[in-house]
């Protein structure tokens, strides 16, 4: 799995606006952490796709993120 920590935080915030039943929260939640995280991955991805070329590259053809739309 690609950035375990984005993972795990992403579906850990996810999971409290679950418990805290609040669907407006829930459903604003998605989109903001989807906004970070998609941007802040894509800059990463790029940084380590400079430093360690090829690589990189296929180590990210072959291990997903499990992230939605990432």
Request: charged fraction near 15%; glycine fraction near 6%; hydrophobic fraction near 50%.
């Amino acid at each position: 799995m690609r950035h375990p920590s984005y993972f795990g935080f992403f579906w850990w915030a996810l999971g409290a606006q679950l418990l805290l039943l609040n669907p407006v929260c829930f459903v604003g939640f998605i989109f903001v952490l989807q906004k970070f995280f998609s941007d802040r991955i894509a800059y990463e991805e790029h940084t380590l796709q400079r430093f360690f070329g090829q690589e990189w590259i296929e180590y990210k053809a072959k291990t997903p993120t499990w992230m939605p739309f990432i």
